[in-house]
């Protein structure tokens, strides 16, 4: 069992994972997103740091929102993101669309690699002869 302290309130919780809260303090925070997003919903064209004012929430917590893919923003915004990559011009997330086709290839090739490295060494096991020990063991 894993008894931590919440970081926002302080009180102690059983912490299974995500964020380090506790379960009443993950609920104000669920209810504090739902507000954010009714609000941005309502006025399309508004900055992070009116929503922030006007919600009562951090503008660190809204960007992380927004870097989480919780928010998105409408082209038309104020609000604009950089890709981590290339430096484009995105609206929520951490990466621009032609950003992450390239890293989903990337990762979809390496784990092609890796397949064929296994099939490989599948392959050279069963070309060896295996002898039983006494008593049954390998």
């Not at 997330?93 to 950003?99: A, D």
């Not at 064929?116 to 002898?131: N, R, S, T, W």
Request: aromatic letters at 8%; charged letters at 35%.
């Amino acid at each position: 069992m894993d008894v931590r302290n919440c970081k926002s309130c302080g009180k102690l919780y059983n912490y299974i994972g995500g964020p380090p809260l506790c379960p009443s303090c993950v609920k104000a925070l669920d209810d504090k997103f739902d507000q954010v997003k009714q609000y941005i919903y309502d006025n399309p064209r508004v900055g992070v740091q009116e929503v922030s004012e006007a919600n009562d929430v951090t503008t660190m917590q809204i960007h992380k929102w927004i870097r989480d893919e919780r928010l998105a923003f409408t082209e038309d915004s104020m609000v604009a993101l950089e890709c981590e990559m290339c430096g484009a011009s995105i609206r929520t997330g951490r990466f621009c669309k032609s950003c992450k086709d390239k890293l989903s290839s990337h990762f979809g090739s390496l784990y092609e690699d890796i397949s064929e490295e296994k099939k490989k060494e599948f392959k050279e096991k069963e070309k060896k002869m295996h002898f039983l020990q006494r008593g049954g063991k390998q």
